[in-house]
């Protein structure tokens, strides 16, 4: 036996359900898994999570099934879950996911709320052993305590674990590999503070990292998103000495890999079947509703007015950029998609009059109202204006907005006094609006997405009526 062996590791993160990026990732995988096997060197294939994104009409209409259906296609190994398949699947589908996975999935920092124990479709660690090499491979997400909370499932802060779960499992191999959804921030404080991990491969905040990054005795990897590249880590593992002798990381660009033509017709039939079963009518409009990023539309106060309703709260603000498509006559499941593709769902916060003052004012701003918005689950352009139920708002435009007057269910509003608003999760991350993230008393409303809520309240005439009527009230127009 050799002094040397060579681990090569083929890892992928935050695909979000880019299907058009697979074929080439699998032929990628397979064409270096080939080569190197037939040289005698080992191969790890891993994913680590957000492959899932129900904003694409496959994941949405088979639950995320079909991503674990494309990730067995490509040859992946072990797999670990994010964001996308934690919290924005309902507990009962997220059970489902992987009854049918090739693969392995490593969680160690998530447990049934109702059992205490490790999901039955996941296990906190995994060996894969060689004869000459043996890997201790762990997986963590990101903790949404609250979100997870709400969904049936307990998180636990990963730090502590891990460093316990290491201290137990070093000994017993000779590397150990963490796969990441905690963010690139999270990795190098992790590297920082905690001995013993060999490789962090990570996600979640879709870094790119080149060539990876050393931290202390730890080599950092991730690959950006939407499966542009696939990350390869390459170890030179020496027996004798029992320690990494070798060690670097590069980027595949997927693109120059072409695509495996199994897969693609696949794929393409999946979006035939798919589109299909959403093509079922989710709710029948009296009237057209229109958007407009820039103005004041009864769309965008027909979904204020939806929130304002499911969370039983006495306003109701939600920003029209949310809203990508019209809608009218009979809308499908599909259509609803289209329109609010968002993994995003409602939100109560308690606001005094001052601080709702403040985002009515902040909200007509033109550089608030045109701002380009990323992340935070939200999959429009910009901000647009700001939807609103349960308020009249009489103000002046032009260059330096201001509002003359708020009244809030037919009453002047009290700066003193709290009022409930209902919107959405995103405010509370994003901090585009200050004074709703630092509202009090917040509560979100899961499993259910924003297109789910308008599948129910649009069947609500008096809602629709009530929401052609203005609510922001231009005084230069009076």
Not at 190 to 203: F, H, K, N, T, Y
Not at 320 to 337: A, F, K, M, R
Not at 351 to 373: A, D, H, K
Request: hydrophobic share 40%; aromatic share 8%.
């Amino acid at each position: 036996m050799a002094d040397t062996c060579t681990l090569h590791i083929l890892h992928t993160n935050d695909v979000h359900s880019r299907f058009s990026s697979m074929p080439h990732i699998a032929s990628c995988l397979r064409q270096h898994r080939d080569r190197w096997e037939a040289l005698g060197e080992h191969v790890l294939t891993v994913d680590i999570g957000d492959h899932a994104d129900r904003m694409d009409v496959r994941t949405e209409a088979t639950w995320g099934q079909l991503n674990v259906e494309v990730l067995n296609r490509s040859g992946y190994q072990y797999v670990t879950i994010g964001n996308n398949e934690g919290i924005t699947l309902p507990k009962a589908r997220l059970d489902a996911l992987y009854e049918r996975a090739g693969f392995t999935v490593v969680l160690g920092n998530m447990v049934d709320a109702d059992t205490g124990k490790v999901p039955r479709w996941a296990v906190t660690q995994a060996i894969h052993e060689w004869e000459d090499l043996r890997v201790g491979i762990l997986g963590v997400t990101a903790p949404f305590v609250q979100f997870y909370q709400l969904l049936g499932w307990e998180t636990k802060a990963p730090f502590e674990l891990l460093r316990e779960q290491i201290a137990a499992l070093r000994s017993s191999v000779d590397l150990v590999i963490l796969l990441s959804h905690l963010g690139y921030p999270e990795d190098c404080r992790l590297a920082q503070e905690i001995e013993g991990v060999d490789i962090i491969l990570g996600a979640h905040t879709h870094h790119q990292l080149a060539h990876g990054e050393r931290v202390k005795e730890t080599l950092i990897a991730q690959t950006g998103m939407l499966g542009t590249n696939v990350g390869h880590i390459r170890l030179v593992w020496d027996r004798e000495a029992h320690k990494v002798q070798e060690a670097s990381a590069e980027l595949f660009p997927s693109t120059e890999y072409p695509a495996d033509p199994d897969l693609s017709a696949y794929l393409a039939q999946e979006q035939k079947n798919t589109e299909r079963l959403l093509e079922r009518t989710a709710v029948r409009l009296s009237v057209e509703l229109s958007n407009s990023w820039t103005e004041e539309t009864s769309f965008g106060s027909a979904l204020a007015a939806s929130l304002r309703q499911w969370t039983q709260a006495e306003v109701g603000l939600a920003n029209n950029g949310l809203l990508l498509t019209p809608l009218s006559g009979e809308v499908s499941y599909g259509d609803l998609l289209r329109c609010l593709p968002h993994p995003i769902n409602p939100c109560a916060v308690s606001l005094t009059g001052e601080q709702l003052s403040r985002v009515l004012m902040q909200s007509i701003q033109p550089q608030v109202i045109q701002r380009e918005l990323r992340g935070f689950g939200f999959r429009g352009k910009v901000t647009g204006w700001m939807g609103i139920d349960g308020l009249q708002v009489w103000y002046e435009a032009g260059e330096q907005p201001r509002i003359a007057r708020i009244e809030v269910n037919g009453e002047l509003i009290d700066s003193q006094r709290c009022y409930r608003v209902g919107t959405i999760d995103m405010f509370m991350f994003n901090r585009l609006f200050p004074d709703l993230a630092e509202g009090t008393q917040i509560h979100y409303y899961l499993p259910e997405l924003l297109r789910e809520i308008l599948a129910q309240t649009l069947n609500d005439e008096a809602l629709l009526t009530a929401a052609q009527k203005p609510r922001w009230l231009n005084l230069a127009r009076s």
